[in-house]
């Protein structure tokens, strides 16, 4: 394939390759930050090459939105990549069309019959990080979670105190150095005469009274110091065999959400740390993929899994310091007592943890909670404030719980 690199109209930007023959079956991937496209040779003017990118990204634009972007497939949890690819559906995918920019050429930029062709289809879209987070969450009109303040501090900009005698020339007030020379001057003028020979407006010059050490005054700011905000996620999945590939995918896509948004509230100061859970065994995952792929025993058990969390938050995490969550994914199939249920979460909440989502993920909507989150259902009330529920059984029910959980979690602030 022969290319050559065209800017695109207007600061917008793409990636579109071709191959040699119009027409033939062909991928675009588009990519947002890049500004340059990439087109086959004699491809005619750009002028109205321009026109049709203009409109195919006007058509695009629309397509993208933040309840969409979530259905893609997400690879990874934490997104630590530089460019996030997603699948646009339903666009007709814009192409060249050779001959037509030339005099009396014709064919147009989109889909439909003709030398344009192609019809509606999925377009792949790839997207920096920093943009996918401002589209996912834009127009959520959800307020920040509930922080705790730390014991570290940091300067987020200075307040002017007042002026002082001494500091660095940087921070020399020439206004009011000056007015104390002048000060002094006039003084000095009283007591001797012959300063002012010469002077036109009976105050001596800079030659005769100089500018001295005590005339110097010195601008002096305070810095503005705030406790540092951190936390810590907790992202516990219940490993069991009822727990299918799918459920569980249902789960890292809800993560994949938690965790981008805390790190919008926290400006990135978030730990993470993985658990992977059967009945009794209970596994602390260094990687997602040890996450995803972790092995356990048979059956389910909420308790052991907390009593990790705990474990792990009270020697690394504390809460003088840091915010606490914890996100539970299961499919509620769970072999222990209501209360024993209901005393796993309750530790956590007694040791200061912030907040605990218990999420549900089936295959189908169902007619309510299965047993784990009945149990949860039923707390006292001064603990279910701190807890919030929610059921998925597919991928456009996930932003759905994510609004509700944070807004539970919201109202405290």
Same mark, same amino acid.
């Given at each position: ?133 401002? #589209? ?12 705790? *303040? ?7 900009? =200075? ?57 110097? *005054? ?45 790190? *919008? ?26 996450? #995803? ?23 690394? %995490? ?6 606490? =969550? ?42 309510? %909670? ?44």
């Amino acid at each position: 394939m022969s290319n050559r690199v065209i800017p695109v109209p207007d600061g917008r930007s793409g990636l579109i390759l071709l191959p040699e023959t119009a027409g033939s079956e062909h991928k675009m991937i588009l990519d947002v930050d890049v500004a340059v496209m990439i087109a086959p040779p004699g491809s005619g003017v750009y002028d109205q090459r321009g026109r049709d990118v203009d409109r195919f990204f006007e058509r695009l634009q629309k397509k993208i939105d933040p309840t969409q972007m979530v259905l893609s497939p997400v690879s990874n949890i934490f997104g630590n990549q530089d460019k996030i690819k997603l699948q646009v559906a339903g666009i007709n995918e814009w192409r060249f069309v050779f001959g037509r920019d030339k005099k009396g050429g014709g064919g147009g930029g989109g889909g439909g019959n003709g030398k344009g062709g192609g019809g509606e289809q999925s377009v792949e879209v790839s997207i920096s990080e920093e943009e996918y987070d401002r #589209r996912l969450f834009q127009g959520l009109e959800l307020p920040n979670m509930l922080k705790k *303040r730390g014991g570290e501090t940091e300067i987020v900009g =200075y307040r002017l105190r007042g002026l002082a005698n001494q500091g660095s020339r940087a921070e020399l007030s020439m206004k009011d150095t000056f007015k104390n020379r002048y000060k002094r001057a006039i003084a000095l003028a009283k007591q001797n005469p012959e300063l002012l020979i010469g002077s036109l407006n009976n105050v001596p010059t800079l030659k005769q009274v100089p500018i001295a050490k005590m005339d110097k *005054r010195y601008w002096q700011f305070d810095a503005v110091l705030e406790p540092k905000s951190e936390a810590v996620v907790f992202l516990v999945c219940d490993n069991s065999g009822s727990m299918t590939k799918f459920r569980r995918e249902l789960a890292y896509k809800y993560f994949h959400l938690k965790y981008r948004f805390l790190n *919008r509230v926290y400006n990135k100061r978030v730990h993470v740390v993985m658990i992977a859970h059967g009945m009794e065994i209970v596994i602390e995952c260094e990687t997602e993929q040890q996450f #995803r792929n972790a092995s356990v025993d048979g059956g389910t058990a909420f308790r052991p899994a907390m009593n990790k969390v705990l474990e792990i938050a009270q020697e690394r %995490f504390p809460t003088s310091r840091f915010n606490l =969550y914890m996100d539970h994914a299961t499919d509620g199939d769970t072999w222990e007592e209501d209360g024993e249920i209901r005393a796993a979460y309750r530790q956590l909440l007694d040791n200061g943890f912030n907040f605990l989502t218990y999420l549900e993920t089936l295959d189908s909507p169902g007619n309510g %909670f299965a047993k784990g989150g009945r149990a949860l259902q039923g707390l006292d009330p001064f603990y279910l404030k701190n807890v919030g529920l929610a059921r998925v059984h597919n991928d456009a029910t996930i932003m759905a719980a994510f609004q509700s959980l944070l807004k539970k979690d919201a109202v405290r602030a």
